[in-house]
């Protein structure tokens, strides 16, 4: 299995009134072709950092990010190629796109830069489809008359369009209910399969953690506390953080052993 991306000893800290906070502490990852990494870790413990940092998007403090075996810096010096080869849905929709824009607008422009950039790519009914959207209705609408949930699919459509090896996908769920949350969940397994694009997402939904995921990595106080296959992850846990952030996921506090190790069992 080919090595798509990968991050080493990736340090950042932010200055804040109290002095430097250190947020990331020597990060190791690596997204191998055809996974779907799962990131989990509490609020403000920096997933959406060590993202943008995988991006190009924000400078680490040390360390290196390598795609397909090449270190690559910040994204205006990334080529083409590499841009569009790694797409990043962001956290929130509401920012990530303009509101007076159309939807056949904002999925034209990625296609048309393909285009004069001697790139394959999805035209933009396709990705809308894939991206669960179907319907001509949606070409002609502002951005700012779609719900969030039709703004986070709006998102992930864009990223389809540029057929990259990679999404990035910050939370891109979290205003969805549970139903499209597993249309959404679907929708990554199929062009997982389909476009062989490999992922790696921030979810807090267990359906997704425990059906869609192959890999899972947990950021803790800035270190990566366990990193693995789902399965090894699972039955082995490192972390008494992990532990705690299941436990609350699967809400089974409270219920006897047994029951707690039948609904671990479930999901192992
Ligand atoms: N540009 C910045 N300047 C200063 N502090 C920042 C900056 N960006 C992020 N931070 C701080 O870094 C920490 C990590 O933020 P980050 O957004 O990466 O967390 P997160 O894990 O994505 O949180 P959430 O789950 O709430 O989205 C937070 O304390 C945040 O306030
Ligand atoms: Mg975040």
Redesign the pocket.
């Known amino acids: 299995m080919s090595e798509l991306l990968k991050g080493t000893n990736l340090t ?1 800290s ?3 009134p109290f002095g430097s ?1 250190v ?1 990331l502490n020597g990060i190791n990852l690596k997204l191998e072709e055809g996974s779907i990494i799962a990131l989990i ?12 940092i995988l991006m190009g998007l ?1 400078t680490a403090d040390s360390g290196s990010v390598f795609m397909l075996g090449k270190e690559v810096g910040r994204l205006r010096k990334r080529s083409f190629a590499e841009c569009a080869s790694i797409q990043y849905v962001f ?1 929130d929709p509401y920012a990530s796109m303009a509101d007076e824009a159309t939807v056949i607008s904002t999925l034209s422009e990625p296609a048309r830069l393909c285009k004069r950039n001697h790139r394959d790519y999805l035209e933009p009914e396709e990705a809308l489809v894939l991206a669960g959207l179907p319907g001509e209705e949606f070409m002609d609408r502002k951005i700012k008359s779609l719900s969030g949930g039709q703004r986070q699919k709006i998102a992930i459509a864009r990223a389809l369009i540029t057929l990259p090896q990679i999404i990035i996908a ?2 891109s769920m979290s205003m969805l209910d549970e139903g499209s949350a597993q249309e959404m969940g679907s929708i990554f397994s199929r062009v997982n399969k389909l476009l062989g694009i490999s992922f790696i997402i ?1 979810t807090h939904n267990k359906n997704i953690l425990f059906d869609l995921c192959t890999f899972i990595l947990v ?1 803790h106080q800035g270190k990566i506390v366990e990193a693995g296959l789902k399965e090894e992850v699972l039955t082995s846990l490192q972390a008494e953080y992990t532990r705690q952030y299941l436990e609350c996921m699967l809400n089974i506090e409270g219920r006897t052993d047994f029951e707690q190790n039948n609904v671990r069992k479930s999901y192992g």
């Not at 870790?41 to 943008?52: A, I």
Request: aromatic share 8%; glycine share 16%; proline share 0%.
């Open positions: 950042k932010f200055d804040t906070a947020i870790g509490e609020s403000g413990g920096g997933k959406t950092t060590l993202f943008k924000e956290q910050d939370e921030v950021l």
